[in-house]
């Protein structure tokens, strides 16, 4: 199973994205999902993580107060809405489903990613 994301794009510092995340064939209703970013040269890093009902999330510092992670599960959907983007947040974004219904910060916890969606921000 692969997860598909969409809504990369090309922007400028302190405009807004939301990227949207959908698991054709496979519900993630029970399973805690996350989006993680990486960007040229550097590793892979958590961005947000939500459970599976939406009553836990975790954000990075560095999108704390910008981004917002929801879900909607009757969409089987996951969404990323990212405000105020700033050129160090270029980086392609991936979502994933994980292995539990809570939430965790590993890569190691997730199971089923997305090819990964590019978010360019220029200065």
């Known amino acids: 199973v692969q997860l598909q994301a969409s809504g990369g794009g090309l922007v400028q510092a302190g405009d807004s994205l939301r990227l949207s995340c959908v698991a054709p064939?496979?519900?993630?209703?029970?399973?805690?999902m996350a989006w993680f970013r990486q960007a040229p040269g550097k590793e892979r890093e958590v961005v947000a993580v939500?459970?599976?009902?939406?009553?836990?999330?975790y954000y990075a510092d560095f999108v704390k107060g910008r981004f917002t992670i929801s879900r909607d599960n009757a969409k089987n959907t996951v969404y990323l809405q990212m405000n105020t983007l700033k050129p160090e947040d270029t980086a392609v974004y991936y979502c994933?489903?994980?292995?539990?219904?809570?939430?965790?910060?590993?890569?190691?916890?997730?199971?089923?990613w997305g090819r990964g969606t590019l978010v360019t921000v220029s200065s």
């Open positions: 939500i459970s599976w009902n939406g009553g836990g999330t």
């Open positions: 064939g496979r519900r993630f209703s029970n399973n805690g």
């Open positions: 994933a489903a994980g292995r539990y219904a809570g939430w965790r910060t590993s890569s190691n916890d997730y199971d089923y």
